[in-house]
Antibody
Framework: EVQLVESGGGLVQPGGSLRLSCAAS????????MDWVRQAPGKGLEWVSY????????YYADSVKGRFTISRDNAKNSLYLQMTSLRDEDTAVYYC?????????????????WGQGTMVTVSS | DIQLTQSPSFLSASVGDRVTITCRAS??????LVWYQQKPGKAPKLLIY???TLQSGVPSRFSGSGSGTEFTLTISSLQPEDFATYYC?????????FGQGTKLEIK
């Protein structure tokens, strides 16, 4: 079964750090780009970060740039998000998602597999 | 950044109704648009990619159309399991932004 399982969420004080993990199974993890997406309580979805299959290309949302670091270990089938200098507004459910590419005449991406999410609460 | 505006934000409808949700992009994104369905406490589920291609396993009552800056998601005959929140997302450029969501409720 194709699956993504996040872990590492919890309660952290403002200014603190947390490392999220996403364990992949059921597919060739090293062949796929991956993303982190978050959702604040009662709010919509916000894309956070992207990493290519070889880690050669990385992007961040402006809201987390300089504070969050995305990484992956293809040997361990794992994706990570290191979060530092956390703020109240970082409180959210964090999802990892697989970045699939569908090709016909042209190629189009989409997030086809999502984890169940891990809750991060930033509060004093 | 490309902004996506969904309308309406809330929609009340009955089982069997035909409903349409619109997603407008602040600049042209070709067909780099996807639609997701999200139910409370669950992760989003991919419904449509490339603006109009149905993801495998998604019922045919869902359809998507559009290109450039205006896109629509249509559900031809609402079923009880379709009451959820729907999001569009553009994957034309980074940051890959989402619309604010459309909550579809039972009338």
């Amino acid at each position: 079964e194709v699956q993504l399982v996040e872990s590492g969420g919890g309660l952290v004080q403002p200014g603190g750090s947390l490392r999220l993990s996403c364990a992949a199974s059921g597919f060739t993890f090293s062949s796929y780009s991956m993303d982190w997406v978050r959702q604040a309580p009662g709010k919509g979805l916000e894309w956070v970060s992207y990493i290519s299959s070889s880690s050669s290309t990385i992007y961040y949302a402006d809201s987390v740039k300089g504070r969050f670091t995305i990484s992956r270990d293809n040997a361990k089938n794992s994706l990570y998000l290191q979060m530092t200098s956390l703020r109240d507004e970082d409180t959210a459910v964090y999802y990892c998602a697989r970045d699939e590419t569908y090709c016909g005449d042209d190629c189009y991406p989409a997030f086809d597999i999502w984890g169940q999410g891990t809750m991060v609460t930033v509060s004093s | 950044d490309i902004q996506l505006t969904q309308s309406p934000s809330f929609l009340s409808a009955s089982v069997g109704d035909r409903v349409t949700i619109t997603c407008r992009a602040s600049q042209g994104i070709s067909s780099y648009l996807v639609w997701y369905q999200q139910k409370p406490g669950k992760a989003p589920k991919l419904l449509i990619y490339a603006a109009s291609t149905l993801q495998s396993g998604v019922p045919s009552r869902f359809s998507g159309s559009g290109s450039g800056t205006e896109f629509t998601l249509t559900i031809s005959s609402l079923q009880p399991e379709d009451f959820a929140t729907y999001y569009c997302q553009q994957l034309n450029s980074y940051p890959q932004t989402f619309g604010q969501g459309t909550k579809l409720e039972i009338k």
